[in-house]
């Protein structure tokens, strides 16, 4: 089963406005991240954030982690026609020995002109 | 380009065929992950290696088998295939064992079976 499930599965929004995704998970994590697909192409990293650390900034994105509720979210601001994508967050479960990420099933994300 | 190779971008196949995936990890990273990822399954963890040791199996099918050379590229064999193996396989990267940083993806190879 998919350790993060994201919410909602599917966001449509006008350019200018912001976007927010998140990411809700079952077990105790290392570190949390998030990253980017364009339709049929690899995915790209985004952003991570550790267990131990509450919020992230990088440019346009803000990442929140709520260990207690073991969910996270994605802010995407000043949106523009080219962050239309599916976002991803992964988690880095601890006591997994070797280290795997676990994805969720995405946020589609389409920004309007 | 991200600096992971994958070939081939595209592969049809029929039934019962089997074929090979090769991925070349981002210079000076060690560790390969391989990922499928379907429509109905998403993305799905596969299997991990780090410098030629496999460290981690997912949900990989007996059918399926990776293995990494000592120059590190690494390889996706899957057998016996069958429709249901149709989908995007990613290989990642990265410089550790572990998730410090992040991952690394290449670009995929689609697998249509028929």
């Known amino acids: 089963s998919q350790q993060g499930e994201e919410d909602p599965q599917a966001l449509s929004i006008q350019e200018g406005e912001n976007a927010t995704m998140n990411c809700s998970y079952k077990?105790?994590?290392?570190?949390l991240q998030w990253y980017r697909q364009n339709s049929g192409r690899g995915l790209v990293h985004l952003i991570l954030?550790?267990?131990?650390?509450r919020e992230k900034h990088s440019g346009r994105l803000r990442v929140t982690l709520d260990t207690s509720k073991k969910s996270s979210s994605l802010l995407i601001t000043a949106s523009r026609a080219a962050d239309t994508a599916s976002y991803f967050c992964a988690t880095d479960a601890k006591g997994q020995g070797a280290q795997k990420l676990v994805f969720g099933q995405g946020t589609r994300l389409t920004i309007n002109p | 380009d991200s600096g992971v190779t994958q070939t081939p971008k595209h592969l049809i196949t029929a039934t019962g065929q089997r074929v090979t995936l090769r991925c070349s990890p981002r210079?000076?990273?060690?560790?390969v992950y391989w990922y499928q990822q379907s429509l109905d399954q998403g993305l799905q963890f596969l299997i991990h290696?780090?410098?030629?040791?496999?460290?981690a199996k997912g949900n990989i099918l007996e059918r399926f088998s990776a293995q990494q050379f000592p120059d590190l590229h690494s390889e996706l064999n899957l057998s016996s295939l069958e429709l249901g193996d149709s989908a995007l396989y990613f290989c990642?990267?990265?410089?550790?064992?572990?998730?410090?940083?992040?991952?690394?993806f290449g670009s995929g190879t689609r697998l249509t079976v028929v």
């Open positions: 990642a990267s990265s410089a550790m064992t572990g998730n410090q940083d992040g991952y690394t």
């Open positions: 210079s000076g990273d060690l560790s």
């Open positions: 954030i550790r267990s131990n650390e």
């Open positions: 077990t105790s994590i290392n570190n």
């Open positions: 290696y780090y410098n030629g040791e496999e460290r």
